[in-house]
């Protein structure tokens, strides 16, 4: 099936820096998904990406759909504590458009 | 608004025995998921449904067995449960047309 590769694993970054992180494919989606997913909790939908190019705020998060529709990614700007925890992207798979991949996450480490 | 609930949060069974997972919406999303996580595989699906009395395979069924009698619920039964199946199992739902998945906040479930 279609694999999504995300990177990096992990980061640890200090509080009030940017963070990039990204997600690619070798097959192209429809549609783009990011979620986080804090410590003992079930991930929450931060941003839905459904054209090449678009280019999506949710506060300080900003994801973009790549135009080769074959990667997407995601910015966290001036980090603070509470970023902490894992981030997935995902996206519509099998020729349906409910089933989801997920890539294997970022985790990433806020240092206050 | 309530959402999606999963019960029990926390379950320790023996190997050998049944153990059920429960999920319930309140949404009236006609497709709900089963994923389980597990440290480096992130989330993979096991099961769905499109619609009450309708489930297929998702990439890791064995050993899993899933009903839908009604549309908020969608159990998740283990019927001979084994060690590898010790893992955090999450509930999704999404709508008809949306791709976006709606998470509940788990289930840790330890098998001895």
């Known amino acids: 099936g279609q694999q999504l590769n995300q990177s990096p694993q992990s980061m640890f970054i200090q509080e009030g820096e940017d963070v990039s992180m990204n997600c690619t494919s070798s097959?192209?989606?429809?549609?783009w998904l990011w979620y986080k997913q804090d410590p003992g909790e079930g991930p929450v939908l931060l941003i839905a990406?459904?054209?090449?190019?678009e280019l999506t705020s949710n506060g300080r998060l900003t994801a973009q759909f790549g135009i080769t529709r074959k990667d997407s990614f995601l910015n966290i700007s001036a980090s603070i504590p509470s970023d902490v925890g894992i981030y997935f992207c995902?996206?519509?798979?099998?020729?349906?458009?409910?089933?989801?991949?997920f890539g294997k996450g970022t985790l990433l480490t806020v240092n206050p | 608004d309530a959402g999606i609930t999963q019960s029990p949060r926390y379950k320790i069974t023996e190997t050998g025995r049944q153990v059920t997972l429960m999920c319930h919406q309140t949404?009236?999303?006609?497709?709900m998921f089963w994923y389980r996580q597990d440290l480096g595989h992130g989330l993979r699906l096991i099961y769905y449904s499109a619609a009450a009395d309708i489930t297929d395979k998702g990439e890791v069924p064995d050993g899993y067995v899933v009903s839908r009698s009604k549309t908020e619920n969608f159990p998740l039964t283990l019927e001979s449960a084994t060690r590898s199946q010790t893992s955090v199992y999450f509930c999704?739902?999404?709508?008809?047309?949306?791709?976006?998945?709606?998470f509940g906040q788990g289930t840790r479930l330890t098998v001895v």
């Open positions: 995902a996206g519509p798979t099998g020729g349906s458009n409910y089933k989801l991949t």
């Open positions: 949404w009236s999303h006609s497709y």
């Open positions: 990406l459904y054209k090449a190019g």
């Open positions: 999704a739902s999404s709508a008809t047309i949306r791709p976006e998945a709606f």
């Open positions: 097959s192209i989606f429809n549609t």
